[in-house]
């Protein structure tokens, strides 16, 4: 925080500048923890906790940095814009400071920040760059920053779609799936259920961690949400009986591919904890809402809330289900 009062934006180092547009376009809190020398414990979105965790610990504490830097407006984060932002204050200029999907973020960007200073953007360059964090199964985040006009700061259809950013740089985050979870998708590939993971992560997360959990092959291939899209309702169908890895995908297109799958004959659970979540929850057989960070639409559309928020949990509910089924038909046939 020394260093934002005593330079500019642009003379901070590389990560300082990503990670401070992380605290900023940011809609999580941090509580101090209750255990002493234990980090502080985070609320909201998982993946904003992590900025803000991975920025305390280089010193940028979002209230010393929001004081030198403050909001002026905010672009809440949206699937469909898969992107959020703020607008603040830094000294006399507004600065638009944005973070989410890099295809999305190099669409508002003219210019790069590269080894040798600011240059003409090099999209090639990042979008080779970005499927190679993926892999591994790193959830990617792109970064920018840049001047802005106070008249562009007061209109949302003109923060909604900047075109003179500068682009920051990439960043990585894993966030490992709960112990016990690539057990539970086993038991139910034995039990005749097949587990089918939606996203909006890159190709290559998905495709990384599906196979960590054994949900499917990497060769196997991913759908994203824009080949989706081209494909006509009876092409999707014959598409769902043999992908089980969908990317990039909006929330509309969830509704499409849960659809899909019943128009097949099959029978569909659903889980989801977002407002957009809501309709794929509703038409699904049995809807799965988020107990802990479902939104309370979410949690009305659906037709069972899961309090712990684990997948785990619902294959023991399935086991316990059938068990209950299985004693009933066998006592009324009895």
Known sequence: VHEIRERSFWELPPVARVLL??????????????????????????????????????????????????????????????????????????????????ERILEMCSTWASPTGIAPLDADHILTAAPELAAPGLRVLGFAAGP??????????????????????????????????????AECRAAGIRVVMITGDHAATAAAIAEHLGIAKRESGVLTGRELQRLSDQELREVVQRVSVYARVEPEQKLRIVRALQANGETVAVTGDGVNDAPALRAAEI?????????????EAADIVLTDDNFVTIVAAVEEGRGAFDNLRKATFF
Request: aromatic residues 6%.
């Open 287 to 299: 809807g799965v809402a988020m107990g802990k960070s479902g939104t309370d639409v979410a949690r």
């Open 21 to 102: 547009t992380g605290v900023l376009a940011n809609e999580a809190t941090l509580a101090p923890s209750s255990q002493a020398g234990q980090e502080p414990e985070g609320i909201g979105d998982p993946t904003d906790v992590a900025l803000l965790v991975a920025g305390a610990r280089i010193g940028l504490i979002r209230e010393e940095v929001e004081s030198l830097y403050p909001t002026v407006a905010v672009v809440p984060f949206e699937p469909e814009r898969r992107f959020d932002a703020v607008a603040a204050r830094v000294g006399d200029e507004l600065y638009l400071f944005a973070k989410g999907a890099p």
């Open 148 to 185: 802005i006009t106070s008249e562009a700061a007061e209109r949302l259809e003109e923060l909604l779609a900047p075109r003179s950013l500068t682009f920051l740089g990439l960043v990585g985050l894993w966030d490992p799936p709960r112990p016990g979870v690539r057990e539970a998708i």
